[in-house]
């Protein structure tokens, strides 16, 4: 796993937020931080491994570029998108999804094209400009600035680029009872949100399709995913 301890520099633009060692961090969120890494710590490995369906036929129908997965979890898409050429950085806050994803990698043989960074996104943002920015669901039962943060996403697509933001449209079936009301911005609401110029940015996809799924302990339901895809003209 790669440690940036560079200090001093623009949040948005740079990014200290390692602490290497699961310790306290300024740019971490305590809160944040310990729910994750409770999340990741219950089991030996919380998601299937398998890359996300959407993020697969839109990445696979692009030539292979730079890449930034926000919230990469145990880097499920990022070894399948190094696996395909692609220059992957790869985010998350929790050190334990980073440990899993950075020796997934090494195992298959990719590692040298992940980079992978501790981040919490809502304090600090990784820097440069990508050819492809995928959230797949960047989503938490902990209050976030979400609209703030899809929009740092945004700032961080390159020139012809795209956004990638996958999100589960209702609770999965194996979520949590005490959130199975809670409503979720539909992908119109998302890409209003984004504020994006209309000169400058295509939509290319604003849907909510249906899909068969396997939960974390081997359950199967229908989830409705949220999808929002935009390209930024050159
Ligand atoms: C629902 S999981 C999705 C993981 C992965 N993208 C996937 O599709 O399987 C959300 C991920 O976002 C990460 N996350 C949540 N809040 C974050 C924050 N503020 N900064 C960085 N990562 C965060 C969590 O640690 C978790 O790995």
Sequence with gaps: MH?????????HEHTPAATGQGGRHPDVDEETARFWEEH??????????RANPILVDVAGAVPAGTVLDL?????????WLAGRGWRVTAVDVSETALARAAEEASAAGVASHIEFRRHDLTRTFPPGEYDLVSAQF????????????LRSAAR???????????EHGEVP???RHDHAHARFSTPQETLA????DPDRWDTERLDAPRRQATGPNGETGELVDHVVLVHRRR
Excluded: K, M, N
């Design 3 to 11: 440690h940036d301890t560079t200090a001093g520099q623009h949040r």
């Design 40 to 49: 990741y710590g219950r089991h030996e490995r919380v998601w299937s491994g």
């Design 71 to 79: 919230g990469c979890g145990e880097g499920g898409d990022a070894l």
């Design 138 to 149: 960047l989503q938490s039962p902990l209050e976030f600035p979400r609209a703030e943060l």
């Design 156 to 166: 961080a697509v390159a020139p012809g680029g795209r956004l990638l933001i996958v």
């Design 173 to 175: 079936p194996w979520g």
């Design 193 to 196: 949100a984004l504020d994006l």
